[in-house]
């Protein structure tokens, strides 16, 4: 016991006396809970849309009020010269044309009318569809409008939409809980594999290994300030979230915790298995650099997973992110409970078993 | 003579084809300073690695103070103190708080580290350097920390991997009178090194060429045989068909 | 001299090189995340889960629901009981609700009549990720009102990237983000290292000039560098379809200064951080969220509060992120990119530049 404590003393003088680390820990995570809300954001608003208008009616002139009074949207202007709309369009500074072909409130009580075309800049996939469906919806708007003053009560909407746990449809509220996620991975994922490789590094590990120290004494001395450090961002991303964005969680913070912790221990003992594999700072970066971006980028923190081709989606199965993704987001905005999300729980627990077991087996203290 | 301490028969270590270790077999005794001698790459390291436990030797057995080296080679590590060539010291530690780290890793109370932390600091007449962070000592006074360090639980044996490679010659002196006083506390010294001058000291010296080991005696005795003048010349005559490592005197 | 700084160069070379693996791990690195990565990510809507509750399974309900399975968007989870809606979203089984009124296909009747309607479709939707659940709403509206809808009246095209292709979206910003952490991280760490070891002193007394030996060691990274540059553009062209249009040359210059740019900040960290761990939580740890969030690789920078569009112009990735989108999507010639490529020209000469000069102090 004597001998643990003074190894975690060990630990947080040397993280104390860091010129780096301590403000790192510090700031990093309350400035990315502060800030990235705000620009991690795919709400796709100020969408730039020119109106080719031919038909110079009553009817195209409400639906190019309804698009100028669109929250979405944004009107950039009102041509009759398509080319003109088009290089617009090229140039960057107009997402989606509509043109609204001649006659065509005249057509539109008669026959089938000429379709509005609608033209969009998809380089920025998400922009593009998602531009598309605004102005869609923006325009039949105008139209039932129209409608409804020529023979009232002739339609109404004729569905209602109910949206659930994120009424007001606030893209913040959908990520942070996925910032959270990131800074557990790099604080906990980083962390506590540099400071194992720089003890092998400086040459101090070989002291503790010819030392009657035991490897799992070592291991958790290690590792349990970077849990703390865990909890902490824990607690000061909620206090965030809430003080700053008004989120509070739906669901447990008991279950939060659980989860929270499941997830530190699975990527530390992660970040610990790293390091065993590695002499050298050069090669430890290199492995963090490659599994860390992967668990960025497919575990669903950015881009739902549900948009991957199958065999990603499968793939997926494999990163131990993916089920606290999901643990931290419905519990989170929808208040998911412990027993609605077993399975989660299951997969992470089992993945933080298996690579703290993984840490100490690889750990060698003799060859 | 008295109790054996180290206990060497046959011991051998290969990597791969290359035999680093070839068949060594040695005693060493309580209170004994054991020079171990030999050109860079003649194996030292290796031997003293298997010998404090880091390393599983090959075949062949050995004990040290009266554990196997195959099989008990934790608890080698509780009866033995280490210091290597490379300076292993935390550095953004202090004095203090470096020798109060391993008092407590090789299990002394919170009490009897305090008073062994002032003993040590004492002898090393380090007092007012305790609140000192380590990376600021000059490198002399690292090397004589690392060994206090070594022997902060009075160990049965030492071992001491070129423990003043680099230094100045006064604090060289002031390092050997360390490890005599060690020595006549009835702590056995393990040291490798490749000043010839240091082969003089020790109690007994062995010389090792390839991974074997060539000779061993006193070094009066020693320099009887090869008929020379100095343990230098001992050491020219036995190295100079070694197949690897460079001659370094 | 300049035979030394020649023998300099390979030195540092022969380094890198001896080391097998790390030289296959930088290479292979970036070549694997841009494959998985080109394929993997999207943010196209797909396969959401919807169940359905309708009181009585009318042939309209029925016909409506086959229309939903039948389409790529949506997955059919089967019908449940109203009581059940709010738990099946809860748990994330399902995305989606449809409610049909019980007297669905009298209404629908109705309004292909022309009389007067009050709602007869609810959609409960699961709208913790926004965006899902917009265009998931617009999908199904159009579905289940097909023809009773104004959607009919719409012809939509999407320029550039007509089949939606993710890959096209992301393989820029990919580039953009690996690149410059790759890149930075090396020179960082390897420099880092030699201050840490005491070899970089050795080299700093030698009669060579400081400037050449951040050079020589800069060098080696390059030629890595481009190696890989090559790989990812063929992969992007053979593998992942990207079209190229704007001109292969433009597309390989603009990246090989941002390769120049990516090692000049590796060597600004270099100067900043004082251990190895430093270096490589600075290249790593912190420069990657910003490269992350305001290099408009997934998150457009024009959403961001004004402060950070402004911000956002002193990220590097952001400059190249906006050219190589340009050139390798809309076609655009090389000329088009004469604005992001002076101002990535002006940053490398202002990192290279600012750490000549603490270099040089750094000797006094």
């Given at each position: 016991m004597r001998q643990f404590i003074v190894l975690l003393q060990k630990e947080l003088i040397k993280i104390r006396r860091d010129s780096?680390?301590?403000?790192?820990?510090?700031?990093?995570p309350i400035l990315i809970m502060l800030i990235s809300p705000m620009l991690a954001t795919m709400d796709v608003r100020n969408v730039n849309v020119a109106v080719v208008d031919l038909d110079h009616s009553t009817t195209s002139h409400r639906i190019i009020s309804h698009i100028k009074a669109s929250e979405y949207l944004s009107l950039v202007g009102a041509t009759s010269e398509f080319d003109l709309a088009m290089e617009r369009l090229e140039e960057g500074r107009v997402d989606v044309i509509v043109q609204i072909p001649d006659h065509f409130e005249r057509d539109m009580g008669v026959s089938t009318p000429e379709k509005i075309s609608i033209i969009a800049n998809a380089v920025n996939a998400t922009k593009g569809t998602m531009g598309t469906q605004y102005v869609i919806q923006t325009i039949a708007h105008a139209l039932v409008e129209v409608r409804n003053e020529k023979?009232?009560?002739?339609?109404s909407e004729l569905v209602t939409v109910q949206n659930r746990f994120n009424p007001t449809l606030n893209y913040r509220h959908y990520m942070i809980p996925a910032l959270m996620i990131i800074i557990f991975i790099l604080v906990c994922g980083f962390l506590p594999a540099l400071s194992i490789v720089e003890e092998k590094e400086v040459g101090t590990i070989e002291q503790m290994n010819v030392s009657p120290v035991s490897r799992f004494t070592f291991t958790l001395s290690k590792l349990i300030?970077?849990?703390?450090?865990?909890?902490?961002?824990?607690?000061?991303?909620?206090?965030?979230?809430?003080?700053?964005?008004?989120?509070?969680?739906?669901?447990?913070?008991?279950?939060?915790?659980?989860g929270t912790v499941l997830f530190i221990l699975t990527i530390s003992g992660f970040s610990l298995t790293a390091a065993n594999f590695s002499d050298t700072m050069q090669q430890i970066m290199f492995i963090l650099f490659f599994f860390i971006m992967i668990f960025i980028l497919m575990s669903g923190l950015l881009t739902p997973i549900d948009s991957m081709p199958d065999w990603a989606q499968t793939f997926t199965l494999l990163l131990p992110p993916r089920y606290f993704v999901d643990i931290l987001r419905s519990v989170y905005l929808k208040?998911?409970?412990?027993?609605?999300?077993?399975?989660?729980?299951?997969?992470?627990?089992?993945f933080s078993v298996l690579f703290n077991i993984l840490a100490a087996v690889t750990y060698k203290k003799q060859a | 003579m008295s109790e054996i301490v180290i206990s060497v028969r046959n011991l051998t270590k290969t990597f791969g084809n290359f035999i680093a270790v070839n068949n060594i077999s040695f005693d060493v005794y309580k209170g004994e300073i054991f020079g171990f001698l030999g050109a860079n790459g003649a194996g030292k390291t290796t031997a003293m690695r298997m010998l404090s436990g880091l390393s599983y030797p090959t075949s062949g057995k050995g004990t040290v103070a009266g554990f196997d080296v195959s099989r008990e080679g934790e608890m080698i590590k509780r009866h033995i103190g280490y210091?290597?060539?490379?300076?292993?010291?935390?550095?953004t530690l202090t004095v203090g708080e470096n020798i109060n780290l391993f008092a407590g890793i090789y299990g002394l109370s919170k009490k009897s580290a305090e008073k062994r932390t002032e003993e040590l600091l004492a002898e090393l007449k380090f007092s007012s350097e305790r609140n000192t962070l380590v990376k600021a000592l000059p490198l002399g006074w690292k090397q004589k920390l690392s060994f206090a360090i070594a022997t902060v639980h009075k160990p049965d044996v030492v071992f001491l991997d070129e423990p003043t490679s680099g230094v100045d010659p006064v604090t060289r002196r002031q390092f050997w009178e360390m490890i005599y006083k060690a020595a006549e506390g009835g702590t056995t010294i393990f040291v490798t090194t490749h000043y010839m001058d240091e082969a003089e000291y020790c109690s007994r010296v062995s010389i090792m060429v390839d991974g074997e080991v060539r000779a061993l005696d006193t070094s009066t005795r020693l320099k009887e045989q090869f008929n020379a003048e100095s343990m230098h010349e001992v050491f020219r005559t036995l190295a100079r068909d070694a197949e690897r490592g460079e001659l370094e005197t | 001299m300049k035979n030394s700084f020649l023998s300099f160069i390979k030195k540092e070379s022969l380094h890198i090189l001896r080391d097998k693996v790390t030289m296959l791990i930088v290479m292979l690195i970036p070549v694997v995340?841009?494959?998985?990565?080109?394929?993997a990510i999207s943010t196209e809507v797909n396969n959401v889960d919807v169940a359905v509750v309708a009181p009585e399974r009318t042939d309209g309900v029925v016909d409506a629901v086959n229309r939903i399975a039948h389409n790529d968007y949506f997955t059919f989870c089967g019908y449940i009981d109203p009581d059940q809606i709010d738990q099946e979203l809860r748990s994330g089984k399902v995305s989606a609700v449809i409610v049909f009124a019980s007297d669905f296909d009298r209404r629908m009747a109705q309004i292909s009549t022309g009389l007067p309607s009050t709602p007869i479709i609810q959609l409960v939707v699961d709208a913790s990720n926004v965006n899902t659940a917009g265009a998931s709403t617009a999908y199904l509206q159009e579905i289940l009102l097909g023809t009773a809808s104004q959607q009919a009246m719409f012809e939509t095209r999407m320029l550039f990237n007509p089949q939606m292709k993710s890959a096209y979206n992301f393989v820029p910003g990919i580039m953009g983000l690996i690149v410059i952490l790759v890149c930075a991280m090396m020179t960082s760490v390897s420099i880092v290292r030699e201050k840490e070891v005491g070899t970089m002193e050795v080299l700093l007394v030698s009669p060579i000039r400081p400037s050449k030996i951040i050079f020589s060691k800069m060098i080696p990274y390059f030629v890595i560098s481009c190696l890989v540059l090559i790989i990812i553009l063929l992969l992007s062209y053979y593998l992942l379809h990207v079209p190229m249009s704007g001109g292969v040359w433009g597309i390989f210059s603009l990246s090989l200064l941002y390769v120049l740019l990516s090692l000049s900040l590796g060597l600004m960290v270099?100067?900043?951080?004082?251990?190895?761990?430093?270096?490589?939580?600075?290249?790593?740890?912190?420069?990657?969220?910003?490269?992350?969030?305001?290099?408009?690789?997934?998150?457009?920078?024009e959403n961001s509060p004004i402060f950070f569009q402004y911000f956002s112009n002193i990220v590097p990735a952001r400059w190249y992120v906006e050219a190589i989108r340009k050139?390798?999507?809309?076609?655009?010639?090389?000329?088009?990119?004469?604005?992001e490529f002076t101002i990535l020209l002006g940053m490398t000469v202002a990192f290279l530049g600012v750490s000549l000069i603490k270099f040089n102090d750094k000797l006094e």
């Open positions: 780096f680390l301590p403000k790192l820990i510090l700031s990093f023979n009232p009560n002739q339609m300030p970077y849990w703390a450090i865990g909890i902490f961002v824990l607690i000061a991303a909620m206090m965030i979230a809430h003080l700053v964005y008004g989120l509070l969680p739906a669901g447990s913070f008991w279950v939060i915790l659980l208040g998911t409970t412990l027993s609605e999300l077993w399975q989660d729980f299951v997969a992470l627990g089992s | 210091m290597s060539q490379r300076f292993a010291l935390y550095n | 995340l841009i494959v998985l990565f080109g394929f270099s100067i900043v951080a004082k251990t190895q761990v430093m270096a490589l939580l600075i290249s790593a740890m912190v420069m990657m969220v910003p490269m992350l969030l305001l290099s408009g690789m997934l998150f457009p920078i050139m390798m999507i809309q076609g655009s010639p090389f000329l088009a990119v004469w604005k």
